[in-house]
């Protein structure tokens, strides 16, 4: 039995131990993970992750894991039993009873506590708790119903939006911007510079720092943000925020064409069900390639087929697209330069031995990029067609990337408009987060917006204050609040 004890004990603590310290690698490893994010992904699909994306972790964390181990094993079996009495006595000072305690069950038992609460406050889980008892009433004074907005829009401009993993203009040169003496990405600067960039006064606020956060963010101006049980029964039931109206609603009832192109499995964070209820996309991903296109294994990477084959995919859509009466919407989601290590196309690049992994698939991503976006110029279709290249978010690893830019809001979301209907001609002074993505795709295709405001964005091409402009850095804290409109009228769909 004392055996038993002794293995149930060691099995506890070393689980304790892993938690720890898998929480200490997120804290400084992965700067932007929010506690919402790790709710999110264990209520949705995880079908399609790399794994050497775990491996790469594991890699990380492997040698404290053994020390631990070993320091856990001492701590079971090499310290004596003491036992720990505490007597209860009458006025009389007679005893009436006493409990007898195994002291290491007791150092046992705190020391669980203590790890198990600094495992949490790891990853940002009492700040969770603590915004998600306040209510906010940010979204009563702010939030703007699409639905109810009056769009000024001849539905004949066709939109190529290009998502590309954690790209940000942080790695632009220090001349333009950038943190580097040598740009990361030339290309992307040089196209960044020749059309309408926005500005690096970005700000990531609340759910939208990982990929179907990002996007929905992007697309319905206004943060994913949800209950962790209200939100799992909705996904189950194939519901992703039905009470938003997004830009791909808003296309699907202009009777737009709409195609979304990714290499990896669309169920990975329930991006199938967004895309479905949300535009009803024709979904391209790993699954569909498998079954209707030619292939090699020089295609594919650990998240499913590389970049290149995806934008020779984009190729061969956007022509078929183009032999279409209706406008068409294209939407592509990149995986190449996806933390830790990337993936780095030498059938396309040179690998640079002064630039680490990720660093090479960045490079890479910038002449791929450049490389289509000069074939999308070369096509009739391109006259009639606005291109819009945007991070999905800033990156959560930036160890890997060489150098270390220590504060989030000295970094920026790379984010450009390409043959946009509308110039810029406004003081480039002003903030803007991802909400203010949605009204200003929406204006670049020529759209005339009622306020210029579209749920929580602002259209940047009018000049008006945007939300964070007025709210500035308080806004993180309410966004991060509960909120009665949003549950109602997003989550549950029952707005007045």
């Given amino acids: 039995m004392k055996k038993f004890i002794k293995i149930i004990r060691l099995f506890i603590l070393l689980l304790l131990i892993t938690l720890l310290l898998v929480s200490f690698f997120i804290k400084s490893k992965f700067e932007l993970l929010s506690f919402d994010q790790l709710l999110f992904y264990s209520t ?8 050497s994306f775990f491996i790469n972790c594991f890699k990380n964390v492997i040698i404290y894991l053994i020390i631990s181990y070993i320091l856990c094993l001492i701590l079971i079996y090499y310290i004596k039993n003491y036992e720990l009495v505490i007597k209860f006595r ?16 007791v150092i046992d038992i705190i020391l669980s506590i203590i790890i198990f609460c600094v495992s949490l406050y790891n990853v ?23 639905r109810k907005v009056d769009i000024d829009f001849d539905g004949k401009r066709n939109l190529i939006m290009i998502y590309v993993e954690s790209l940000e203009s942080t790695d632009f040169s220090k001349e333009n911007g950038g943190y580097r003496d040598y740009s990361l990405i030339p290309n992307l600067e040089k196209i960044y510079k020749d059309n309408i960039g926005l500005n690096n006064n970005y700000y990531s606020l609340v759910g939208d720092s990982w990929t179907i956060a990002g996007m929905f963010t992007s697309l319905a101006g206004i943060p994913y943000k949800a209950e962790f049980l209200n939100d799992f029964a909705k996904l189950y039931d194939g519901d992703f925020m039905p009470g938003a109206y997004t830009l791909s609603d808003f296309f ?23 895309l479905k209820e949300h535009g009803d996309y024709n979904i391209i991903d790993y699954d569909v390639i498998k079954d209707e296109y030619e292939y090699d294994d020089n295609d594919l990477n650990d998240w499913g087929f590389n970049d290149r084959y995806i934008f020779n995919i984009a190729k061969k859509q956007l022509l078929e697209l183009s032999k279409d009466d209706k406008s068409f919407n294209l939407s592509l989601l990149t995986a190449d330069t996806h933390p830790i290590e990337g993936y780095f196309d030498n059938s396309v690049c040179k690998y640079n031995d002064k630039y680490s992994s990720l660093e090479n698939a960045y490079s890479c991503e910038d002449i791929m990029i450049n490389n289509f976006v000069n074939w999308i110029k070369k096509q009739d279709f391109y006259k009639d067609t606005t291109i819009v290249i945007v991070g999905d978010h800033l990156a959560m690893y930036r160890d890997a990337m060489g150098e270390i830019i ?3 809001s000295d ?5 450009v408009f390409i043959n946009s209907k509308i110039n810029y001609n406004c003081n480039s002074n002003y903030s803007w987060m991802t909400e203010d993505l949605y009204p200003t795709i929406l204006a670049s295709m ?18 008006k204050e945007t939300i964070y402009d007025k709210y500035s850095e308080s806004l993180y804290d309410e966004l991060s609040k509960k909120s009665k409109l949003y549950d109602k009228c997003i989550m549950d769909n029952k707005c007045d």
């Fill in 446 to 463: 020529g759209a005339k917006i009622e306020g210029d405001r579209l749920g929580l964005g602002t259209n940047i091409f009018s000049c």
């Fill in 252 to 274: 699907k009832d202009n009777n737009y064409n709409q195609v979304f192109i990714m290499g990896s499995d669309d169920e990975f964070g329930s991006r199938d069900i967004y």
């Fill in 44 to 51: 949705t699909s995880l079908e399609g992750t790399s794994s």
């Fill in 406 to 408: 220590p504060d989030k």
């Fill in 90 to 105: 009458n006025r009389n000072n007679h005893n009436i009873f006493e409990v007898i305690y195994d002291k290491r069950i």
């Fill in 411 to 415: 970094r920026s979301l790379y984010s």
């Fill in 124 to 146: 940002k889980f009492f700040e969770y708790i603590k915004l998600s008892f306040d209510y906010t009433d940010i979204y009563e004074k702010e939030f703007v119903n699409p």
